[in-house]
């Protein structure tokens, strides 16, 4: 299954990192953004079906507010991927779940698979572990 995908990251290793698990995996990756400006640019060009979204970014802890963006004023579907699930552990608006980090290759996988099989209607297996979804 192929989707465009966006990662919104500060570190850059993270996201190199998830960049190369998820082209591996065949999906197309739009771009990397380190920050809310940055990610907001390639929301606005379109086409992008989910978004991995840390919570703190390079401008501060602007993520929660930039997920719940993504998802109610550009359609995208949003997993937060961050060290402090606490955060988000409420729910956000507009948003799917979060993942734990660290985490690995498998987790990620899997969530992704799990978000997109969702967003496009189909049957999801189980959620996976590590991802907890908003209700």
Do not use: W
């Amino acid at each position: 299954m192929t989707a465009r995908i966006l990662i919104v990251e500060d570190e850059a290793l993270v996201a190199m990192e998830l960049r190369f698990v998820l082209e591996d995996l065949d999906y197309e990756v739009v771009g990397t953004a380190s920050d809310a400006r940055t990610a907001r640019a390639f929301a606005m060009c379109g086409g992008v079906e989910l978004a991995l979204v840390d919570i703190h970014l390079s401008d501060g802890a602007t993520g929660v507010r930039l997920g719940q963006e993504l998802g109610q004023e550009f359609g995208v579907t949003v997993l937060y991927m961050t060290a402090n699930p606490g955060m988000v552990s409420h729910g956000v608006p507009g948003t799917m779940g979060v993942l734990t980090k660290p985490t690995d290759e498998g987790a990620v996988r899997e969530a992704v698979e799990y978000a997109l099989h969702l967003r496009r209607g189909e049957p999801a297996p189980v959620v996976p572990d590590g991802l907890q979804m908003f209700s």
